[in-house]
């Protein structure tokens, strides 16, 4: 298959719209303008729709009205941009809609830096806003896997009609690497049967709500969904697994920090340390029964990540806390080396085996 080097936030739009992406709405923000600057060159060409939002406010509410008439839509942005939009999202979760948000992640708190981070995390996966509900969010680590994963996301948002998030960063989305792209996609799921797309009198209207001021109803509608995400925990689960047959150390890591750390891995094993890599790919639904598979044979677990800690809490819940888990970070924006990574190693398991 041909192959193009391409930028990833850039890689990023062109598989949205071969994916059967109709409508963009989205709002400028470093790191991850190049992907709304992309989709106005080439959304209107493909037959879509792009539009510049007042706001990221607005930008992720027009994204709920599109996707209620059962049309691909998404929108993108950064960090506290992401912040601005959680309402919505929370909104798209409670009307049951499909929709694809992306995160390119940048230092923080508040307005931080313009460098890549992963202080997103419990943001995308525990907090994402308001009410009791779950997005799928998706933690790709390269150019390639991000596109793989936007046909991924799309697909998964539709059938369990729930909003889907690929949490990247800033260093995935301003690098380029050679990525291919699999054809534009010819049919789309048929969502007659809810969406809001016209009923020429033919049925009955349907109506996209989150409110419903009847307590035993919403209460009903929230574990109707939770019975779903029971469905989206059992089946959609992904991770890579990297030397952990015999690992005595697995390190954790996604993302960014994942290619980092599974450099320090192989590095490790070059010095006869049995380590090993777990890169959790759905960081909601969280891979458990994986990691627990992964660390059979482990003795301990290092966390790496870019932030100060966040997803060692669900390692740590995943192994029912079963093995020592220390961390390794860094954040602000900084990027670990794998040296520093091989350094956490050989200080835990105390160098090379004898």
Request: charged share 20%; with cysteine.
């Amino acid at each position: 298959m041909e192959k193009s080097l391409m930028k990833g936030n850039e890689a990023l739009a062109e598989a949205a719209i071969r994916a059967g992406c109709k409508c963009f709405f989205g709002y400028p923000i470093t790191p991850q303008t190049e992907l709304s600057a992309y989709m106005t060159k080439r959304m209107e060409k493909s037959g879509g729709v792009f539009l510049q939002a007042e706001s990221e406010i607005a930008a992720i509410n027009m994204v709920l009205g599109a996707a209620s008439t059962g049309v691909r839509a998404m929108t993108s942005s950064s960090s506290p941009g992401v912040s601005l939009k959680a309402e919505g999202i929370s909104y798209m979760a409670g009307s049951d809609l499909p929709g694809l948000i992306i995160n390119v992640q940048r230092g923080g708190p508040g307005l931080g830096s313009i460098q890549p981070a992963q202080s997103d995390y419990y943001q995308a996966t525990h907090a994402m806003g308001h009410g009791d509900f779950h997005i799928l969010v998706y933690a790709p680590c390269s150019v390639q896997e991000m596109v793989d994963t936007v046909m991924l996301a799309f697909d998964k948002a539709d059938e369990y009609r729930i909003p889907a998030m690929i949490l990247a960063d800033g260093l995935l989305g301003q690098m380029m690497e050679p990525v291919s792209f699999p054809e534009p996609r010819k049919t789309l799921p048929d969502k007659s049967d809810w969406a809001a797309c016209g009923h020429a009198n033919q049925r009955e209207h349907h109506i996209i709500n989150s409110l419903f001021l009847d307590a035993p109803l919403l209460e009903a509608k929230v574990q109707e969904r939770f019975r779903r995400y029971a469905v989206i925990e059992a089946n959609e689960t992904d991770a890579e697994v990297y030397c952990c047959d015999d690992a005595e150390i697995v390190v954790t890591a996604y993302g960014t920090s994942a290619r980092v750390a599974k450099s320090a891995v192989t590095a490790a094993r070059k010095k006869d340390i049995r380590a090993g890599l777990f890169r959790p790919k759905t960081l909601w639904p969280f891979p458990k029964k994986k990691l627990c598979e992964a660390t059979k044979h482990a003795v301990q677990i290092l966390d790496v990540e870019m932030s100060m800690g966040q997803m060692i809490d669900d390692v740590r819940l995943a192994t029912e806390c079963r093995l020592p888990t220390a961390f390794f970070g860094r954040t602000g924006g900084v990027i670990p080396t794998p040296v520093e990574v091989l350094a956490e190693i050989e200080k835990l398991t105390g160098g090379a085996a004898q």
